[in-house]
């Protein structure tokens, strides 16, 4: 049987430009987590339906195992390991916003573009927003507090 046709690729992951040899059937996630050691974006269903995957492709967020990484070529893309202690992250602490934790890199990811996209979001979104993710261990509460302590906390900053 013939050797999978590899490419090389450059791909701008967390302001780095990084290159990998990959199989142009390989999905972002594992070209994340197998080739560039980032293993912040978890593999869960690997349908879709979960969201532990979650990453941020062009600021939008993106489950990684349902994209190839060839379609992210010039298109930057952010981790969790891109975040650096972002305002999101340091909410779901003080929040306590997980619990086995498995889950929580998607949903700081898909926090952060709700965040960022829509500032001035109301309940309904943020809920909208939250259910692309799931979480089998807590409740929702949780996260939305802490979507909602950071969404609160750029709003008064904007005003000063």
């Not at 490419?7 to 142009?24: F, M, Y």
């Not at 086995?100 to 829509?118: E, K, S, V, W």
Request: glycine content about 6%; overall charge negative; proline content about 4%.
């Amino acid at each position: 049987m013939e050797e999978p046709t590899k490419r090389e690729l450059v791909l701008h992951i967390n302001g780095e430009q990084r290159t990998v040899v990959v199989r142009q059937a390989e999905t972002l996630l594992f070209v994340l987590r197998d080739h560039l050691g980032l293993t912040g974006a978890k593999p869960g269903c690997l349908n879709g339906d979960c969201g532990a995957c979650t990453v941020l492709v062009n600021g939008t967020p993106i489950k990684s195992c349902m994209m190839l990484a060839i379609e992210t070529v010039g298109k930057p893309i952010t981790t969790i390991e891109g975040l650096d202690d972002a305002p999101i992250q340091q909410a779901f602490v003080r929040h306590f916003a997980f619990q086995c934790g498995y889950c929580t890199p998607g949903f700081i990811m898909n926090a952060q573009a709700l965040i960022d996209r829509h500032p001035d979001a109301d309940d309904a979104m943020i809920q909208e927003w939250l259910e692309s993710n799931i979480c089998r261990c807590t409740s929702y509460q949780e996260i939305e507090a802490a979507v909602k302590e950071v969404l609160k906390a750029s709003k008064t900053s904007v005003t000063r």
